[in-house]
């Protein structure tokens, strides 16, 4: 029986994605061998990039805007290296909402000054900071668009004219933005693309060039640009099954149509959570909740063995909260269905019946 997926990641993924790449994996289309043996250079593979890159631009509405795609490696941890590396001249500034961005502030100082903007570290990252100055002298301002640990999620972005860098790992392509308001956006893939292994990365390219440092061949923005995301050997498999999961997308409206799909599902669990005595949320802010995590937690502990039991003989997957906060996190990431929230849902209600 096919679990409901509610994962952080590696995520659910569309279930025709998983059917095409099993006879990928046999077979890539008649050619006598596997998507997983051809080579990066075969003109089989170069077409499954440029389609993945040329997707992943158009879904954003970046195509002919001076942006670039790349597929790349070592996840978005990674990126909070190469974002500084390749952007940080002098300072920084970065907003803090959780251990992601905490990780990236890290990184960041390796390279420059660092100007923590505002952060929610003092309530367990429960909120969202509003309001807060970004320095007009910053080389850029970095956030993290959702945060999957503590289900929350950004709203609306601050005004400045500084480059806007984004971490969107948990809810790339789930909802409409502006995203030629961002200098540079970078997303794991096994949160809402693909499995494990690449990450997305879309530039603008005027950003680039403006630090004076050398940076080593395999982190900089511009060698990969140069050389068409495939200046060492790509992860060919995550990179192909990220290529159909945009092809699903399209298939299925877009980000417009996935996004009132995705409202409608957080709206069943959130719904629930606010009515059911004996859970409540753990986001302070409501308005702050992440349509991808919602996290939340018993009221009553005593109930915690039955309701895991509960959800568990349900075929729901992945509830747990993460380590460092307990509770439980539904993450409803584009693939998950509706049902598999009504299922979550009917559970909840069925152990408010029979406490």
Known sequence: MKKHNFSPGPCILPQQVFEKTSKAVLDYNGIGLSVMEISHRSKEFIEIMENARTLALEHLGLENKGYKALFLQGGASMQFLMASYNLLEKKAAYLNTGTWSSKAVKEA?????????????????????????????????????????????????????????????????????????????????????????????????????????????????????DKDSMFNTPPVLAVYVSMLTLEWLKEKGGISAMEKINEAKAGLLYTEIDRNPLFKGFVAQKGDRSPMNATFNLTDESVKEKFDTMWKEAGINGLNGHRSVGGYRASMYNALPLESVQVLVDVMQEAERTA
């Open 109 to 225: 100082k390796l390279f420059g000054e660092v100007i923590e903007v505002a952060s929610s570290k003092d309530a367990n990252f429960n909120y969202i900071p509003k309001d807060y100055t970004i320095p007009p002298d910053v080389d850029y301002f970095h956030c993290t668009s959702n945060n999957t640990i503590f289900g929350t999620q950004l709203k609306t972005l601050p005004q400045t004219d500084v480059p806007v860098v984004c971490d969107m790992s948990s809810d790339i392509f789930s909802r409409n933005l502006d995203f030629s308001k961002f200098g540079l956006i970078y997303a794991g893939a096994q949160k809402n693309m693909g499995p494990s292994g690449t990450t997305l990365v879309v530039i603008k390219e005027d950003i680039l060039g403006k630090v004076s440092r050398s940076i080593p061949s395999m982190l900089d923005y511009k060698v990969h640009l």
